[in-house]
């Protein structure tokens, strides 16, 4: 390894105020350099050797062994320098526990090896020749100088400053900076709180925006598979008819390519799908409780409240109604998740106690109460006077009994009668004809 040394003051500091003197500089292989040293003098390092002669005093005579001298020595020595070569470190996007502290951990396995590698020859400097140091601050925000990086490096962006020195000459150091690069992930957020999809409605959009000044890119999966953008336009927004669970993932359009991705948890709903068959009458019982409960096992898959006779309600979240007078009713199953309210028609068979048939128009007619034509429209309805004598076979389809026999009125009593419901079952009871006079 060669080095221009400044030989500009070697041959004053060795001749000093001498004067009649000659110099000669000599190569270690006593090869003749010159009367002086070239300046700069390219050398390796070597001593070489000097010899300062003095001229004779006396003209003309000539001493048998030479002139008077003296030789000395001159030593070059070139340290190694040592090289840095770059180390690229490939940005990372924010992760940890914390994705938004602005850390990330970098695998530093290779960056020593590449700084003292040179990428052309594949050779690498010997760390027995140099030392090494890394400056940089730790996770805690202190600086720190060591041989070595932590790795794995948890860090923020930052640059660091690697030194590496020829220790038997500390002038001879080289510089290098090595840049680690954190990009900030996603920041986006719920559009909507929507966590429940009618199955028996259209389709619904869920969304997300972003939560800071950033574009990103969006895309959907459902249940693990990948879901398509259904709305022309745009990707942060999807139309969905079902529920499951939706993941959707930001990415950044700065080119960091930095993700976040959001869970967002659908439920299923649906109006009540209700059948005469998940209705249970009670009536005619002997504590006149007539009840009506509704059986919810093939309901659907809705969280249910239930009314009688008023789509209003009040609704309750019991399944059962109680005291429940005679005749025909409409129960109004409604999804508490607003998928819609379902109804069915109930019959409650009874009958009133009395009537009046005075032409006020009420009570003027006694019926059996609870019989439609798609409620048990041939049953038998059968009127006895109070000595068992038949006095009317009653059409239960009809408005009632008018309190006529062969077109008179009967008189003020009680009446009994039998009724034979197409169901099978059969009841008997009385009630009171009631007259002003």
Same mark, same amino acid.
């Given at each position: 390894?060669?080095? +221009?040394?400044?030989?500009?003051?070697?041959?004053?500091?060795?001749?000093?105020?001498?004067?009649?003197?000659?110099?000669?500089?000599?190569?270690? $292989?006593?090869? *003749? =350099?010159?009367?002086?040293? +070239?300046?700069?003098? %390219?050398?390796?390092?070597?001593?070489?050797?000097?010899?300062?002669?003095?001229?004779?005093?006396?003209?003309?005579? @000539?001493?048998?062994?030479? %002139?008077?001298?003296?030789?000395?020595?001159?030593?070059?020595?070139? @340290?190694?320098?040592?090289?840095?070569? !770059?180390?690229?470190?490939?940005?990372?996007?924010?992760?940890?526990?914390?994705?938004? &502290?602005?850390?990330?951990?970098? &695998?530093?396995?290779?960056?020593?090896?590449? %700084?003292?590698?040179?990428?052309?020859?594949?050779?690498?400097?010997?760390?027995? /020749?140099?030392?090494?140091?890394?400056?940089?601050? &730790?996770?805690?925000?202190?600086?720190?100088?060591?041989?070595?990086?932590?790795? +794995?490096?948890?860090?923020?962006?930052?640059?660091?400053?690697?030194?590496?020195?020829?220790?038997?000459?500390?002038?001879?150091?080289?510089? /290098?900076?090595?840049?680690?690069?954190?990009? !900030?992930?996603?920041?986006?957020?719920?559009?909507?709180?929507?966590?429940?999809?009618? *199955?028996? *409605? $259209?389709?619904?959009?869920?969304?997300?925006?972003?939560?800071?000044?950033?574009?990103?890119?969006?895309?959907?999966?459902?249940?693990?598979?990948?879901?398509?953008? @259904?709305?022309?336009?745009?990707?942060?927004?999807?139309?969905?008819?079902?529920?499951?669970?939706?993941?959707?993932?930001?990415?950044?359009?700065?080119?960091? @390519?930095?993700?976040?991705?959001?869970?967002?948890?659908?439920?299923?709903?649906?109006?009540?799908?209700?059948?005469?068959?998940?209705?249970?009458?009670?009536?005619?019982?002997?504590?006149?409780?007539?009840?009506?409960?509704?059986?919810?096992?093939?309901?659907? =898959?809705? $969280?249910?409240?239930?009314?009688?006779?008023?789509?209003?309600?009040? #609704?309750?979240?019991?399944?059962?109604?109680?005291?429940?007078?005679?005749?025909?009713?409409?129960?109004?199953?409604?999804?508490?998740?607003?998928?819609? =309210?379902?109804? =069915?028609?109930?019959?409650?068979?009874?009958?009133?106690?009395?009537?009046?048939?005075?032409? $006020?128009?009420?009570?003027?007619?006694?019926?059996?109460?609870?019989?439609?034509?798609?409620?048990?429209?041939?049953?038998?309805?059968?009127?006895?006077?109070?000595?068992? /004598?038949?006095?009317?076979?009653?059409?239960?389809?009809?408005?009632?009994?008018?309190?006529?026999?062969?077109?008179?009125?009967?008189?003020?009593? &009680? #009446?009994?009668?039998?009724?034979?419901?197409?169901?099978?079952?059969?009841?008997?009871?009385?009630?009171? *004809?009631?007259?002003?006079?």
């Amino acid at each position: 390894m060669l080095f +221009p040394f400044d030989t500009s003051s070697v041959q004053s500091t060795l001749v000093g105020t001498q004067t009649n003197v000659t110099t000669y500089y000599y190569l270690p $292989d006593g090869t *003749l =350099i010159g009367n002086e040293l +070239p300046n700069p003098f %390219l050398s390796p390092s070597q001593t070489i050797d000097i010899k300062i002669e003095l001229a004779s005093a006396l003209g003309g005579v @000539n001493n048998p062994d030479g %002139l008077c001298y003296d030789t000395t020595t001159l030593e070059f020595v070139v @340290n190694d320098s040592p090289e840095a070569y !770059p180390v690229t470190v490939a940005p990372q996007c924010d992760d940890g526990a914390d994705d938004t &502290d602005g850390f990330s951990e970098f &695998d530093t396995s290779t960056v020593l090896s590449t %700084l003292l590698t040179n990428p052309s020859t594949g050779v690498t400097q010997s760390l027995d /020749k140099y030392t090494v140091s890394f400056s940089y601050k &730790d996770d805690k925000g202190v600086s720190q100088t060591a041989a070595t990086l932590p790795n +794995p490096f948890n860090t923020k962006t930052q640059t660091v400053t690697v030194t590496v020195t020829n220790p038997l000459n500390t002038d001879c150091v080289v510089t /290098k900076e090595i840049k680690f690069v954190v990009n !900030p992930l996603p920041l986006f957020e719920r559009a909507d709180n929507t966590s429940i999809v009618c *199955l028996n *409605l $259209d389709p619904i959009p869920i969304g997300v925006k972003s939560s800071d000044s950033r574009t990103y890119s969006y895309t959907w999966t459902r249940n693990g598979t990948a879901f398509p953008t @259904n709305i022309a336009g745009i990707d942060s927004s999807i139309l969905i008819g079902l529920g499951g669970e939706y993941e959707v993932t930001a990415k950044t359009t700065d080119g960091t @390519n930095c993700t976040r991705s959001l869970k967002i948890t659908i439920n299923e709903s649906k109006i009540a799908t209700v059948l005469r068959k998940d209705i249970v009458v009670k009536d005619l019982t002997e504590d006149n409780n007539n009840t009506i409960t509704v059986l919810t096992e093939t309901l659907g =898959i809705g $969280d249910y409240e239930y009314a009688i006779d008023d789509i209003t309600g009040p #609704y309750q979240d019991e399944t059962v109604f109680e005291k429940v007078r005679p005749g025909i009713h409409t129960i109004y199953i409604r999804d508490k998740n607003d998928c819609g =309210i379902a109804k =069915i028609d109930v019959s409650v068979i009874g009958f009133k106690k009395f009537f009046t048939p005075n032409g $006020d128009g009420y009570h003027d007619k006694w019926k059996i109460l609870g019989i439609r034509t798609d409620f048990q429209p041939n049953t038998k309805v059968y009127i006895f006077d109070r000595y068992g /004598k038949l006095i009317k076979e009653l059409d239960p389809l009809t408005d009632g009994w008018d309190g006529n026999y062969n077109g008179k009125p009967m008189p003020a009593s &009680d #009446y009994w009668f039998r009724v034979n419901l197409e169901d099978g079952r059969e009841f008997k009871s009385h009630f009171s *004809l009631v007259r002003a006079w």
